[in-house]
C-alpha cells in the first residue's frame, strides 16, 4: 500500500509539473518573424493594456503613432497621431470615430475595428518601428533583423514557449 501511494504521488506530480510547464497561462504580445519561424519575441502584458506602434512614415518622413489596446486574442486600434494628411495617411475621420487636431497634429479616435494580429515589415533606414508600452520604448531593429516581416498578437503561452523565447528589453 505504501509502494502505491508513492508511485500515485510520483504520477501527480508529474502530471502537475508536466502542466505548469505546458500549459498556455501566459498572456503576451508575440512579435514573431513570418514565415512562421522558431523565433519568439515578445513582452509579457495583461489584457485590455493599451501598447502604441510608433514608427517614421515613409513618404513624408513624419511621426506616426498608433495605439491598442488588448482584448483576448484581438488588438483593437484607440488612437491615432500623425502630422501629415497627405499620402497614406485620413484627412479625416470615419463613422464614429472622432478628429481633431491639437499642437500640429491630427488625432483620430474612437477607432472602429479589430484586428487578429499586424503584420509589420521592419524598416531598414528611416522608419524606427518601435513599440512603446508602460513607459517603455522597444525599437524593434535592436533585436529583429531590419527588413524582417513580422507578425504581431496578443497570445497566450506556456512557461516553454517564454523560456525558448526573447523577451524584449
Do not use: C
Not at 519575441?41 to 498608433?66: K, R
Not at 495617411?89 to 481633431?100: D, I, L, Q, V, Y
Not at 529583429?144 to 503561452?157: F, N
Amino acid at each position: 500500500m505504501k509502494k502505491f501511494g508513492i508511485i500515485a504521488l510520483i504520477v501527480v506530480s508529474g502530471i502537475a509539473g508536466w502542466w505548469w510547464i505546458f500549459s498556455p497561462s501566459h498572456y503576451i504580445l508575440a512579435i514573431e518573424p513570418m514565415p512562421e519561424k522558431e523565433e519568439l519575441y515578445f513582452l509579457p502584458v495583461s489584457e485590455s493594456d493599451h501598447f502604441q506602434l510608433q514608427f517614421i512614415h515613409s513618404v513624408h518622413l513624419s511621426e506616426v503613432v498608433e495605439e491598442y489596446e488588448l482584448q483576448k486574442d484581438m488588438l483593437d486600434p484607440v488612437r491615432l497621431i500623425y502630422e501629415d494628411t497627405a499620402i497614406g495617411m485620413p484627412s479625416n475621420a470615419g463613422e464614429g470615430e472622432t478628429f481633431e487636431m491639437k499642437n500640429g497634429k491630427y488625432y483620430i479616435s474612437d477607432l472602429q475595428g479589430s484586428h487578429s494580429s499586424l503584420d509589420l515589415n521592419i524598416g531598414q533606414v528611416e522608419a524606427e518601428h518601435t513599440i512603446n508600452y508602460k513607459g517603455r520604448s522597444h525599437l524593434l531593429k535592436d533585436t529583429i533583423e531590419a527588413g524582417s516581416w513580422v507578425r504581431i498578437e496578443p497570445k497566450r503561452v506556456s512557461y516553454w514557449e517564454l523560456w525558448r523565447g526573447v523577451e524584449l528589453k
